[in-house]
């Protein structure tokens, strides 16, 4: 089992930036891929962006693409959510997500929920106009 513990969240102005970081534990070295998910109020839990563990290949949503960037410090076990030009519908609880069972390809496997098997509790990020 991998635990997940998400830190970084604020409120911020749009244009701004936050840096998320996720820091997992426990069986870290079955970890194959991690995401970041986002649930803004009233609508569905959305894919962000996705990392290999272990070869750095990344997958972006739309929505975020040339403004986000996930990075991952393999000796810390932990992955990075850098937002830039951050705008008010990027408000949201954001979540970090592991995938640990078997290896996935990241397009598309890594952007559905179902495919990851350890969640993080959520950090709260709101983007002020």
């Known amino acids: 089992q991998v635990q997940l513990v998400e830190s970084g969240g604020g409120l911020v102005q749009a244009g701004g930036s936050l840096n998320l970081s996720c820091a997992a534990s426990?069986?870290?070295?079955?970890?194959?891929?991690m995401g970041w998910f986002r649930q803004a109020p009233g609508k569905e839990r959305e894919f962000v962006a996705a990392?290999?563990?272990?070869?750095?290949?990344?997958y972006y949503a739309d929505s975020v693409k040339d403004r986000f960037t996930i990075s991952r410090d393999n000796a810390k076990n932990t992955v990075y959510l850098q937002m830039n030009s951050l705008k008010p519908e990027d408000t949201a609880v954001y979540f970090c997500?592991?995938?640990?069972?078997?290896?996935?390809?990241?397009?598309?496997?890594?952007?559905?929920?179902?495919?990851?098997?350890?969640w993080g509790q959520g950090t709260q990020v709101t983007v002020s106009s």
């Open positions: 426990g069986r870290t070295f079955s970890i194959y891929a």
């Open positions: 990392i290999s563990w272990y070869t750095r290949t990344t």
């Open positions: 997500a592991a995938r640990s069972s078997t290896p996935i390809a990241l397009r598309p496997g890594a952007s559905r929920e179902e495919v990851y098997d350890s």
